[in-house]
């Protein structure tokens, strides 16, 4: 597993707990070095590939695009080679950012790629060079939470939000933003499933059912936590970000319960998350 210091590769070193996992930091393994990918992936000989390895700074990606694409396309074709030559099954994870539809249905797998700037482009670059492998999994996740308290890594937007709410303070929440939320516990938990199971490879969304504005969001978290929040509703047009954000990413999670894993609610997963951080549970 590559990646292995973010939130989600911990989630999948626990849905895996059974088997041998050998997990690989940035330190580790440079995944941008061909070589030593092959070189790695050769030595371990491994079963199964999960590439948890990502850059995920949209804004950031425009004047970053060779990183970006090193980390989130070529890094991928590396790992789709490597894992042939091992006879390995890979997991690759993308993102909603790859879709711009007018659509107002959660998108299914079929919906035309539409990306907008350089991190979604190199993401979908990599879905492509991901499936060049006959064995591959490709999961598109979106607004990934699953922090433990006291999480020094990257931080999402739902991290944020938490604890402006815990803290009292004003919380700006786009209204115009729709979204549906992945829980990395039932991300990891979907990945083994396909793996296990012998699903057909291919393009999954792998996102909690259903979906909301971040408003909506943040309230649904508020209540849980049984504060009175202090909401501040935005719209994209009123920030100042650098690279255009879909407004309608709802994703549908057809396919994967046609595969045999029906996803909870993210509001369940919303709930399991806030009660494991107050119990102090990683």
């Known amino acids: 597993m590559t990646g292995a210091s973010?939130?989600?590769?911990?989630?999948?070193?626990?849905?895996?707990?059974?088997?041998?996992?050998?997990?690989?930091?940035?330190?580790s393994l440079d995944v941008t070095d061909p070589a030593a990918v092959a070189r790695t992936v050769a030595g371990v000989s491994p079963h199964l590939i999960v590439n948890c390895a990502a850059f995920n700074d949209v804004d950031g990606a425009e004047s970053r695009s060779t990183e970006a694409l090193a980390i989130n396309a070529f890094a991928v074709r590396s790992l789709s080679r490597a894992a042939d030559a091992a006879g390995a099954v890979l997991v690759h994870y993308s993102t909603d950012f790859v879709l711009n539809s007018d659509s107002r249905e959660p998108h299914g797998e079929d919906v035309r790629p539409g990306p907008q700037g350089v991190y979604a482009s190199s993401k979908l670059l990599g879905e492509w060079l991901a499936m060049n492998s006959p064995r591959a999994y490709v999961l598109r996740v979106e607004s990934l939470f699953g922090s433990p308290a006291g999480w020094t890594g990257r931080r999402g937007t739902l991290d944020h939000i938490v604890d402006g709410l815990r803290q009292g303070r004003e919380v700006k929440v786009f209204t115009d933003r729709i979204v549906s939320p992945s829980y990395s516990k039932d991300v990891a938990a979907a990945t083994?499933?396909?793996?296990?199971?012998?699903?057909?490879?291919?393009?999954?969304?792998?996102?909690?059912?259903?979906?909301?504005?971040?408003?909506?969001?943040?309230?649904?978290?508020?209540?849980?936590?049984?504060?009175?929040?202090?909401?501040?509703?935005?719209?994209?047009?009123?920030?100042?970000?650098?690279?255009?954000?879909?407004?309608?990413?709802?994703?549908?999670t057809k396919k994967l319960a046609a595969a045999g894993f029906a996803m909870p609610t993210w509001q369940d997963g919303l709930r399991r998350w806030l009660e494991d951080r107050a119990r102090g549970i990683e």
């Open 6 to 27: 973010g939130q989600l590769a911990a989630f999948v070193v626990q849905a895996f707990a059974d088997r041998e996992v050998v997990a690989l930091t940035r330190q």
């Open 192 to 252: 083994r499933h396909l793996v296990m199971s012998g699903a057909p490879s291919g393009l999954y969304h792998c996102v909690n059912d259903g979906h909301a504005s971040w408003h909506d969001v943040a309230a649904e978290a508020a209540r849980i936590l049984g504060v009175q929040p202090r909401l501040v509703p935005m719209t994209v047009d009123q920030m100042p970000l650098r690279v255009p954000r879909p407004r309608y990413c709802a994703l549908s």
